[in-house]
């Protein structure tokens, strides 16, 4: 039996975190062991900005226990034509500061999409990418009557060690009159995007979902003074009941499946560039919570009409698993240091609790022998699971440190003409020619065209290279030292 629980975590919900804990696993069996992973999520209007130079305390780094998932959705990227053109054949300014940053940490980028201005990122520790799998994107446009796609939805789903996720990056209808309109935007992408997949094919058949973006509610009938000297004085909780998404979330059931941990920073937009300033321009525009995150966990079955009182986040699941899903928010925050946008930032991270549902690399790939830019090397595979593999699946030489799947230094198709059996071990040869010349620390990994993640990664290991040495490219190592 599954049961599912999310949790917002604060000082008065400690011992129903522990009785909701207990409850879980006495349902699901005792002594079911589980992990914890931490996923770290930033939503982020910036503006057309290019990027600051230093994204460190945005993705706060050093942070314990370490993260697992990064997950960062940005809105108004710089999107006119030619340069989003430009990006479509390169990488954007913002996808290449979160790689150079997180890439040196073992973070992987395990894929993206993108939309004029929207745009979805998603980074994985390099040791989870085997267990990430069956990733899917796709987009809905709801701006400019659908067509342009300066507003609407992008999203990423997989299976992430046998559990289905989404992850939906919105820019939703501006402007105070706007809120029913932001409802009908959220509900229709909810309803339409299809990614294409039999296990879950829309967006809330996932067993669990975070939408985030900037969703543009506003803090409805308060004037000017009254929200600012709210903020000034740190009395949040006054503006509260009149934010539009808390008081649409009373009223529209599908938003009631949804959580949101409470809004204890200062409201996001809009503020003069470079400051901490609200805005001071002719339009004064009034403080706003637009940016947001919140999640949903799967209900065993979507509430009726009659049901509407009934929350989602206390449901179970359809009883094919084994063990609960418990997500828990460490924190709801925003980042005040950064001026770029007239929106700052807003993270959130958890903790997602869960048992893998498997722990096995669908292929075990390894390099033989010593591998040089002297001579041939062989490498070796081997599927251990029977997936739905392709004569279109590679392998790639990739240093360690890499970005991305494409990051590789070079790669081999797998054995042409004949698909593998289960354990059936195959060896290839990789030209001299197309192993780095200067070596270093390198893996190997198994890239699936049908999953479009990398299903098998091997142990890191050195390439050498006598002819680096003699032609003085690098230093001769003689027992240890450099010569």
Same mark, same amino acid.
């Given at each position: 039996?599954?049961?599912?629980?999310?949790?917002?975590?604060?000082?008065?919900?400690?011992?129903?975190?522990?009785?909701?804990?207990?409850?879980?696993?006495? #349902?699901?069996?005792?002594?079911?062991?589980?992990?914890?992973?931490?996923?770290?999520?930033?939503?982020?209007?910036?503006?057309?900005?290019? @990027?600051?130079?230093?994204?460190?305390?945005?993705?706060?780094?050093?942070?314990?226990?370490?993260? +697992?998932?990064?997950?960062?959705?940005?809105?108004?990227?710089?999107?006119?034509?030619?340069?989003?053109?430009?990006?479509?054949? &390169?990488?954007?300014?913002?996808?290449?500061?979160?790689?150079?940053?997180?890439?040196?940490?073992?973070?992987?980028? &395990?894929?993206?999409?993108?939309?004029?201005? #929207?745009?979805?990122?998603?980074?994985?520790?390099?040791?989870?990418?085997?267990?990430?799998?069956?990733?899917?994107?796709?987009?809905?446009?709801?701006?400019?009557?659908?067509?342009?796609?300066?507003?609407?939805?992008?999203?990423?789903?997989?299976?992430?060690?046998?559990?289905? &996720?989404?992850?939906?990056?919105?820019?939703?209808?501006?402007?105070?009159?706007?809120?029913?309109?932001?409802?009908?935007?959220?509900?229709?992408?909810?309803?339409?995007?299809?990614?294409?997949?039999?296990?879950?094919?829309?967006?809330?058949?996932?067993?669990?979902?975070?939408?985030?973006?900037?969703?543009?509610?506003?803090?409805?009938?308060?004037?000017?003074?009254?929200?600012?000297?709210?903020?000034?004085?740190?009395?949040?909780?006054?503006?509260?009941?009149?934010?539009?998404?808390?008081?649409?979330?009373?009223?529209?059931?599908?938003?009631?499946?949804?959580?949101?941990?409470?809004?204890?920073?200062?409201?996001?937009? *809009?503020?003069?560039?470079?400051?901490?300033?609200?805005?001071?321009?002719?339009?004064?525009?009034? @403080?706003?919570?637009?940016?947001?995150?919140?999640?949903?966990?799967?209900?065993?079955?979507?509430?009726?009409? /009659?049901?509407?009182?009934?929350?989602?986040?206390?449901?179970? +699941?359809?009883?094919?698993?084994?063990?609960?899903?418990?997500?828990?928010? +460490?924190?709801?925050?925003?980042?005040?240091?950064?001026?770029?946008?007239?929106?700052?930032?807003?993270?959130?991270?958890?903790?997602?609790?869960? *048992?893998?549902?498997?722990?096995?690399?669908?292929?075990?790939?390894? @390099?033989?022998?010593?591998?040089?830019? +002297?001579?041939?090397?062989?490498?070796?595979?081997?599927?251990?699971?029977?997936?739905?593999?392709?004569?279109?699946?590679?392998?790639?030489?990739?240093?360690?440190?890499?970005?991305?799947?494409?990051?590789?230094?070079?790669?081999?198709?797998?054995?042409?003409?004949?698909?593998?059996?289960?354990?059936?071990?195959?060896?290839?040869?990789?030209?001299?020619?197309?192993?780095?010349?200067?070596?270093?620390?390198?893996?190997?990994?198994?890239?699936?065209?049908?999953?479009?993640?990398?299903?098998?990664?091997?142990?890191?290991?050195?390439?050498?290279?006598?002819?680096?040495?003699?032609?003085?490219?690098?230093?001769?190592?003689?027992? /240890?030292?450099?010569?």
């Amino acid at each position: 039996m599954t049961c599912i629980e999310d949790l917002s975590s604060d000082d008065e919900a400690s011992e129903e975190v522990s009785r909701t804990l207990d409850e879980a696993f006495q #349902l699901c069996g005792r002594f079911i062991p589980c992990d914890t992973f931490r996923l770290h999520m930033v939503t982020w209007n910036v503006a057309t900005a290019e @990027p600051p130079e230093d994204v460190t305390s945005l993705l706060q780094l050093d942070v314990q226990p370490p993260t +697992d998932l990064y997950v960062i959705g940005l809105q108004e990227v710089n999107a006119t034509p030619v340069r989003f053109i430009s990006d479509l054949i &390169v990488e954007d300014s913002w996808s290449h500061v979160f790689m150079d940053t997180l890439a040196p940490r073992g973070f992987v980028k &395990v894929t993206s999409v993108r939309m004029q201005g #929207l745009l979805l990122l998603v980074f994985a520790k390099q040791v989870h990418l085997p267990y990430i799998r069956n990733i899917r994107t796709t987009y809905t446009r709801t701006g400019i009557y659908g067509y342009w796609g300066n507003k609407g939805g992008v999203s990423v789903r997989f299976s992430f060690y046998g559990h289905l &996720v989404c992850f939906l990056n919105c820019h939703l209808a501006a402007h105070m009159n706007y809120a029913l309109q932001r409802v009908d935007e959220f509900e229709h992408i909810l309803e339409t995007q299809d990614f294409d997949i039999e296990d879950a094919p829309q967006i809330r058949d996932h067993k669990v979902v975070f939408c985030f973006g900037d969703l543009n509610f506003r803090i409805a009938d308060h004037g000017l003074h009254f929200l600012r000297s709210s903020i000034n004085s740190g009395r949040l909780n006054l503006l509260w009941d009149k934010d539009q998404l808390i008081m649409m979330r009373k009223k529209e059931p599908f938003l009631q499946e949804f959580e949101e941990g409470p809004l204890n920073f200062k409201p996001t937009y *809009k503020f003069d560039r470079n400051s901490d300033t609200y805005d001071t321009s002719g339009k004064k525009r009034k @403080p706003a919570w637009t940016d947001r995150i919140l999640w949903r966990i799967k209900p065993k079955s979507l509430p009726s009409e /009659g049901d509407d009182d009934e929350k989602a986040s206390t449901s179970t +699941d359809d009883g094919q698993d084994e063990c609960p899903i418990l997500v828990t928010q +460490d924190k709801y925050t925003s980042d005040m240091s950064y001026g770029v946008s007239d929106h700052k930032p807003v993270i959130a991270t958890f903790s997602v609790e869960l *048992k893998k549902g498997f722990d096995t690399a669908l292929v075990h790939v390894s @390099p033989v022998g010593v591998w040089s830019a +002297d001579q041939d090397a062989l490498l070796t595979y081997t599927v251990q699971e029977d997936f739905m593999s392709s004569t279109w699946d590679w392998i790639g030489l990739y240093k360690v440190g890499f970005k991305s799947a494409t990051d590789y230094e070079t790669f081999v198709w797998v054995r042409e003409g004949e698909l593998p059996e289960t354990n059936e071990v195959i060896q290839i040869s990789v030209d001299k020619d197309e192993i780095p010349l200067l070596g270093g620390q390198y893996v190997l990994g198994y890239y699936s065209t049908n999953m479009q993640s990398i299903i098998g990664l091997s142990s890191s290991f050195q390439v050498r290279s006598k002819r680096a040495v003699m032609e003085g490219l690098v230093p001769e190592d003689v027992n /240890g030292l450099n010569k």
